[in-house]
C-alpha cells in the first residue's frame, strides 16, 4: 500500500497525462488518445514505445522521441561550392532535428553525403 502511494505521488510530480483509450505499440500520440491537460502539447506525435492502458499515465519514458525528419523521407539538398549551389533530391538515412546533421543518399549518383538539416527541412551540404 505504501508502495502504491508513494509512486502515485511520484506520478503527481512528473509531467503526465492519462491516455482515454488504449493505445497500441508504435501508434502515434494524438488529442483523441490523451486526456487535454496542461503538458499534453509534449505528447503530440510522438510514437508509443510500448502497449498503453486505457487510464494510465503516460511520461515521456514510454514515448520515442520526436524527430523533424525520420530514416526514409524525401527531401531537398543543396551542395555548396562556394557561391555555387546545386540542388539534388536525397533519401534520409538516420532520423534527426532541425539544427542536427544528418546523412542523406542520392539515388541519382549513388554517393552519400552529410550535412545540416535546415529550418526549411532542406539539407545544407558544404564541400570544400
Given at each position: 500500500m ?7 505521488s511520484?506520478?503527481l510530480n512528473?509531467?503526465c ?5 488504449n493505445?497500441p505499440?508504435?501508434?502515434e500520440?494524438t488529442i483523441?488518445?490523451?486526456e487535454n ?8 506525435g510522438?510514437?508509443?514505445k510500448?502497449f498503453?492502458n ?7 519514458t514510454v ?7 525520420r530514416?526514409?523521407e524525401n ?5 555548396k561550392?562556394?557561391?555555387i549551389k546545386?540542388?539534388l533530391?536525397?533519401i ?17 549518383s549513388g554517393?552519400v553525403?552529410?550535412?545540416?538539416l535546415?529550418e526549411n ?8
Open positions: 505504501i508502495i502504491k502511494i508513494l509512486i502515485f511520484l506520478m512528473s509531467e497525462v492519462m491516455a482515454t483509450k493505445i505499440f508504435n501508434k500520440i483523441d488518445l490523451i491537460t496542461t503538458y499534453y502539447y509534449k505528447f503530440l510522438r510514437k508509443a510500448r498503453i486505457k487510464g494510465e499515465c503516460i511520461t515521456e514515448l520515442y522521441e520526436k524527430y523533424d525528419v530514416v526514409g527531401l531537398k539538398a543543396y551542395l561550392f562556394g557561391n546545386i540542388g533530391k536525397v534520409s538515412l538516420n532520423n534527426t532535428k532541425i539544427g542536427n546533421r544528418i546523412r542523406v543518399f542520392n539515388k541519382d554517393k553525403f552529410e550535412g545540416v535546415n527541412r532542406e539539407v545544407e551540404i558544404n564541400i570544400n
